[in-house]
Nanobody, 117 residues
Framework: QVQLVESGGGLVQPGGSLRLSCAAS????????MNWYRQAPGKQRELVAG???????NYAEYVKGRFTISRDNAKNTVYLQMNSLKPEDTAVYYC???????????WGQGTQVTVSS
């Protein structure tokens, strides 16, 4: 079975940093565009960052210059480095994989990020 397991969330003060990891099993992420989404209470789930098989990245405007998405296909893992965190970054962060050619996509269960003093 396919699983995406997020880790690395937690409580951090404003201005701090966290690195999230998404470890995949049951698929080889080399064939997938990998993404991070987040959802705050009472809000819609929104795209934070994405990275294609070729390494092209895209970011939501509110995280540009602060967050970096990367992938390590050999480890079958995607990362989100989050710096200069703000209280409004508080949310559950989800990993999402979308196949390049086939109608296949998968969601992780999420990891909580809380930014508070």
């Amino acid at each position: 079975q396919v699983q995406l397991v997020e880790s690395g969330g937690g409580l951090v003060q404003p201005g701090g940093s966290l690195r999230l990891s998404c470890a995949a099993s049951g698929i080889s992420i080399s064939m997938y565009t990998m993404n991070w989404y987040r959802q705050a209470p009472g809000k819609q789930r929104e795209l934070v960052a994405g990275i294609t098989s070729g390494g092209s990245t895209n970011y939501a405007e509110y995280v540009k210059g602060r967050f970096t998405i990367s992938r390590d296909n050999a480890k079958n893992t995607v990362y989100l480095q989050m710096n200069s965190l703000k209280p409004e970054d508080t949310a559950v962060y989800y990993c999402y994989a979308a196949h390049n050619f086939l109608p296949l996509d998968y969601w992780g269960q999420g990891t909580q990020v809380t930014v508070s003093s």
